[in-house]
């Protein structure tokens, strides 16, 4: 095939819906058991899905039920525990020093054989920020410059390796290739390093860079580093206005547009019939807590507290502050003032269109339905792949793979089989060169 179809489960809780933990059919294992994530990552990895990704939360959001392991040691165990899927990992350039990030992502790559990504994330969370130290968040743009030199940092520090560095000479005592070594250092406004890494470059030369701001600054980041673009939108029309920009911002860097993947968030409730998906969508709705969701959304808006709006009274515009002045992510609060402006729901009609996936496209039908609408996006110019975000897990996830991924197969977009080994080979990323020489 000359375009291939890509697929990145998100694994998160139980399931995306808010009340996934409450249905019947969500895992009864235990959010901190390895055993769940290696369960679904091996069963995605039966799916043929290209990676699996796990976001991070960086501060306790209360309730409990969307609490998870750290990512980058839930890694390592899946690393071992898989042996073709991509494997990816959310880490912050604001609350990490770029030395450490780089050698445990290293290190990740040398362990999976090739496979790690790694999500960029600014994190925004005031609660966060205070945990590592800071009386308030950092403001949005200086998030953005610290993550711009953290990349030069970190990349600096993975090409401070040539890629036949270690030659492993017993007879003549030699371990390294003379001079294949170089410190790498970096200074500037916001990190003094000094390098080289002391973990030698991986299988595929740096993970894959992931993001997934769509603000104006995240977009121009994106288009700037990254390889793949998780994205989250409530309508096709707004997922290929935002396609199209994307892919124009990656030219206009001087990049190849096929070395920047798009890949928006999507949600469906899937059954044999249109009526028996809405119901499982009905149920999971009635099961969903509306002080849950305002506790949800007023993070999404910086810790706006919501609570004095009735539940029952059509919003305004005006009920929200303006998205420009959230130091958040302004991507998904200019996402939730789109739905108030355009429908003009009542704050428990929006709570509950949050609930299925935090702002991105949720959707209820029959197998076929679901695979049509995929093959739709990415024939149309709208998606490159969809990164899957089932509303319980693993439930939804075995009826897709087992049901809509041989659809998709049929259609002649998605693979039969794996034809790599490395998350590069799997997204068809070219795996980049070593600035050593």
């Excluded at 991070?56 to 309730?63: P, T, V």
């Excluded at 998205?323 to 429908?343: C, Q």
């Amino acid at each position: 095939m000359s375009r291939e179809l890509h697929l990145n489960l998100f694994i998160n809780s139980r399931g995306h819906h808010e009340a996934s933990w409450r249905h019947p059919d969500a895992s009864d294992l235990a959010l901190t058991d390895i055993h769940y994530l290696q369960g679904l990552t091996q069963r995605a990895e039966e799916g043929l899905f290209d990676s699996i990704f796990l976001a991070d939360q960086l501060a306790f959001r209360g309730g409990g039920a969307s609490l998870s392991l750290e990512p980058l040691t839930s890694l390592a165990a899946l690393a071992v525990s898989t042996n073709n899927i991509g494997l990816i990992a959310t880490a912050s350039t604001t609350y990490t020093e770029p030395f450490n990030l780089a050698r445990q992502f290293a290190s990740l790559d040398h362990i999976s054989n090739g496979r790690i990504g790694w999500n960029i994330v600014t994190s925004w969370s005031a609660p966060a920020a205070r945990n590592y130290g800071y009386a308030s968040q950092i403001s949005h743009a200086e998030r953005y410059a610290r993550a711009d030199e953290f990349m030069a940092v970190t990349r600096s520090l993975w090409d401070s390796w040539s890629d036949d560095a270690i030659i492993d000479d017993r007879a003549n005592g030699k371990y390294l290739k003379q001079n294949s070594v170089r410190e790498g250092g970096h200074e500037g406004t916001f990190y003094n390093v000094a390098g080289p890494l002391n973990v030698p470059r991986g299988p595929q030369g740096w993970p894959v860079l992931v993001q997934a701001g769509s603000s104006d600054t995240g977009r121009k980041f994106a288009a700037q580093h990254a390889e793949a673009v998780f994205t989250a939108h409530m309508e096709k029309s707004s997922a290929k206005a935002f396609y199209s920009d994307l892919k124009s911002l990656v030219k206009a860097e001087g990049r190849d547009e096929k070395q920047c993947l798009i890949l928006p968030g999507l949600s469906p409730v899937i059954a044999s019939t249109d009526a028996e998906a809405q119901q499982f969508r009905d149920e999971l709705n009635n099961l969903a807590d509306p002080q849950e969701g305002l506790i949800s959304l007023s993070a999404r808006f910086g810790g706006t507290d919501f609570s004095h709006l009735p539940l029952d009274t059509p919003l305004s515009p005006d009920d929200f502050p303006d998205p420009s002045t959230v130091e958040a992510a302004r991507s998904r609060t200019e996402v939730i003032l789109g739905v108030v402006r355009n429908e003009r729901p009542t704050m428990r009609q929006l709570l509950s269109k949050l609930a299925g996936a935090r702002g991105h496209y949720v959707v209820s039908g029959t197998p076929e339905h679901i695979a049509d609408l995929i093959e739709d996006w990415f024939i149309d110019g709208v998606a490159d792949g969809i990164n899957l975000m089932p509303p319980v897990l693993p439930k939804m996830l075995d009826v897709f793979i087992d049901e809509v991924v041989p659809l998709l197969q049929r259609k002649g977009i998605f693979r039969t089989e794996y034809q790599g080994n490395t998350l590069r080979d799997h997204y068809g990323l070219d795996r980049p060169d070593n600035t050593f020489a």
